[in-house]
C-alpha cells in the first residue's frame, strides 16, 4: 500500500463534488464515498444533513482509555467550486509528480492525506487517551454552512486543524469577511421627463465615492502581526429596469475583508456612520444598509502553545529541520472562522498544495506533498492520542 493517498485521492477527484449553489450537483455523491470508507474502516460514522441532500460526515476514532473528553478535529470541506467548461475536471489525471483535476488542491488532497492518517492512527495505536474526529463538511466554498451548523450544534474539540493547502506551512491567521448590500431609492419616470424622477443610479455614484473616499484610508491603517490590513471591494452593482426608465432602486454588494481583531458589529456600524453623514450632507440621497448576508470572524490563533509547538515537531519530523515552521497569516477565509469564532477552538490551517491552484482551470496538486501531509498528520494525531499534548488546552 506504498501509494494508498494517491490512490484515495484519485477516488476521491473522480466524484464530482461542486458545491450545488454555484453550479455544481453538490456534495451528496462524496458525502456517501467518505461515510462508506468511514464505515470500511471501522470508524464511529455519522451523516447529518446541512442542506437538502448535502449532509456533513464525521468519522471518529474514539479513545480507548478513560471517558476522556479530548479531542484532536480535523475540519475538511466536501466541495470544490465549480468546472464549468472543463470537459475532465473530474478525471484526475497524473502527469510527473503532479495530480491534475478539480479539488485535487482545493482540498481533496487534505481529506485523503487525513483518511489515511486516521487509518494507520487505527491500527498502530491501539491505546489511545484522546480521539481524532475528522469532520467533513459542505458549502465551504460558498457561505460555510456546513462548519457553522457543526459549531451550532455544540461541536467541541480540544484543537483543530483545518485541512486546506498551505504548501505544509502552519497557519495561525487568516481574515474574516461581512458582506452585505446597500441600497438608494429614487423615484420612477419617463426619460423624456427625468425631472419628475429621481435617479437611484446617480444617488448610488455618490454613495461609492462617498464610501470609498472615507472607509478605504480609514481601514488601511489598520494592521495585524501577520495580515495585510483591511480591504473593500464593491463586487456588484445593479439598477434600472429599462433604459428610457428612470431607475427607482440601485444596489451594490460589499466584500468587506476584516482583521480577525475586528468586531463585525463595529464594522457595520462604520459603515452606517458613514452613509448617515452622507445624508446629511446630500439629503436627496436616499439610502439603506441590509443585514449582512455572511459574516466571518477569520482567524487569530495563538502562535505558540500546545498545537502549534506540535504542528511544527510533526513538520520537522517528516520534513527534516530545516523545514520552514514559523506560523503566518493569509488574507484568503477557511472554516477555521467558525472554529476559533473569536476566541473558540485553538486552530491552525495546515495542508497540501499551493493556494494560487486553488480555483484555477488547470488546479493540480504536488503528489509528494499530498504523501508527506498524510505522515505529518499522522505524526500529529499520533501525538495526540497518546497524551503527548493537548491535555492544557
Ligand atoms: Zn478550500
Given amino acids: 500500500m506504498a501509494d494508498d493517498v494517491v490512490a484515495l485521492l484519485a477516488r476521491l477527484v473522480a466524484i464530482d463534488s461542486a458545491n450545488s449553489s454555484m453550479d455544481g450537483p453538490g456534495e ?21 444533513e446541512v442542506l437538502p441532500g448535502r449532509p456533513n460526515v464525521t468519522l471518529v476514532l474514539p479513545a480507548t482509555h478513560g471517558g476522556s473528553k479530548r479531542r484532536l478535529l480535523f475540519d475538511l470541506h466536501l466541495d470544490t467550486v465549480p468546472h464549468r467548461g472543463i470537459t475532465d475536471a473530474t478525471i484526475p489525471r497524473i502527469t510527473g509528480n503532479r495530480m491534475h483535476g478539480r479539488g485535487t488542491c482545493d482540498t481533496k488532497g487534505s481529506l485523503a492525506a487525513a483518511i489515511i492518517a486516521a487509518r494507520r492512527v487505527a491500527t498502530g ?106 480591504t473593500m471591494t464593491i463586487g456588484t452593482i445593479s439598477g434600472g429596469t429599462g433604459v428610457n426608465i428612470v431607475p427607482d432602486r440601485c444596489v451594490i454588494e460589499i466584500d468587506r475583508r476584516s482583521l480577525p481583531t475586528e468586531d463585525p458589529d463595529a464594522i457595520l456600524a462604520e459603515f452606517d456612520a458613514v452613509l448617515q453623514d452622507l445624508m446629511r450632507a446630500r439629503p436627496a440621497v436616499k439610502v439603506t444598509r441590509e443585514e449582512p448576508f455572511l459574516v466571518e470572524r477569520g482567524l487569530d490563533g495563538p502562535a505558540d502553545g500546545d498545537l502549534v509547538t506540535a504542528v511544527q515537531a510533526a513538520i520537522r519530523a517528516v520534513d527534516g529541520d530545516a523545514a520552514d515552521v514559523t506560523p503566518t497569516g493569509v488574507p484568503y477565509g477557511t472554516d477555521a472562522s467558525h472554529l476559533w469564532g473569536g476566541s473558540g477552538i485553538p486552530t491552525v490551517v495546515l495542508g497540501p498544495g499551493d493556494i494560487a491552484q486553488a480555483h484555477t482551470a488547470d488546479e493540480w496538486v504536488d503528489l509528494d506533498e499530498v504523501r508527506r501531509c498524510a505522515d505529518i498528520y499522522e505524526r500529529l494525531m499520533t501525538s495526540f492520542v497518546v497524551g503527548d499534548w493537548g491535555s492544557s488546552l
Fill in 28 to 48: 451528496g455523491d462524496l458525502a456517501a464515498e467518505i461515510a462508506a470508507i468511514g464505515q470500511g474502516l471501522g470508524f464511529e460514522t455519522s451523516v447529518e
Fill in 125 to 230: 495505536c491501539p491505546e489511545r487517551v484522546g480521539e481524532v474526529m475528522l469532520l467533513f463538511t459542505v458549502d465551504e466554498e460558498y457561505l460555510k454552512r456546513g462548519v457553522e451548523h457543526a459549531v451550532a450544534s455544540g461541536l467541541h474539540a480540544s484543537a483543530a486543524i483545518v485541512g486546506e493547502p498551505t504548501s505544509l506551512r502552519p497557519i495561525v491567521a487568516h481574515k474574516g469577511a461581512v458582506r452585505f448590500r446597500v441600497t438608494t431609492h429614487g423615484r420612477a419616470a419617463h426619460t423624456s421627463r427625468p425631472e419628475n424622477g429621481d435617479n437611484a443610479i446617480h444617488q448610488m455614484v455618490e454613495v461609492i465615492d462617498w464610501l470609498r473616499e472615507r472607509i478605504e484610508p480609514a481601514i488601511a491603517m489598520r494592521g495585524h502581526p501577520r495580515l495585510s490590513p483591511p
